[in-house]
């Protein structure tokens, strides 16, 4: 008999390769094979494909599984990583433009993941606002297809904050990895 622990098993849903998180013809960030062209294309191809990374792995998890906090005394949890993300969304749209700055979604710093509590009408509203704050920017960078065009009171190149954006999904797509197998011990790509 194995002994106890509280260390949830490792695990994948994927059936082909154990290693992944989905299979490949279920994956909804696989395409037809045929990569982006130009750069403008690329750069928002890797972003859609970051954000629905982020989106597969808080999949399948209850209100108190995604405000858990894994990994004491760090206040993140997934909760938390879509609030984060959502408040990001829209500070980047600060960078924009020269006028005031838009408030804070969520109030005073770090209330994104302060406030990530296990209720489920906190998870639904961090899934509406996160769709909300990105499809904004989305928009408001929709109009700058130039991506050396420089903008805002300090001059930031479009490329730079579309590169920025990929980065810091990136990163909290990694945080998100080993919140996930703390949580339930799933793990995969």
Known sequence: MAPMSDQPDRWSQATTYPDM??????????SDGVSPD???????????NYRLTLRMKC??????????????PSTMSL????????EVERDWRNWLGEADPLP?????????????????AVV???????AREQAATDAALAGHPDLGE???KDGFAVRELLVHRIEEYARHCGQADL???????????
């Open 59 to 72: 999949e399948g998890l209850d209100a108190e599984q995604l405000a858990r906090r894994s990994v004491p």
């Open 104 to 120: 804070k979604l969520y109030g005073k710093r770090d209330a994104d993941f302060d406030g990530a509590v296990g209720e489920q």
């Open 38 to 48: 130009g750069e403008l294309a690329t750069l928002q191809d890797f972003l859609t």
């Open 124 to 130: 639904d509203a961090a899934y509406a606002d996160l």
């Open 21 to 30: 998180w989905a299979d490949p013809d279920k994956d909804p960030r696989n």
């Open 79 to 86: 909760l938390g990583l879509l609030r984060h993300l959502a």
């Open 179 to 189: 919140l996930r197998e703390c949580i339930d011990g799933r793990v995969g790509q």
């Open 150 to 152: 420089r903008l805002g």
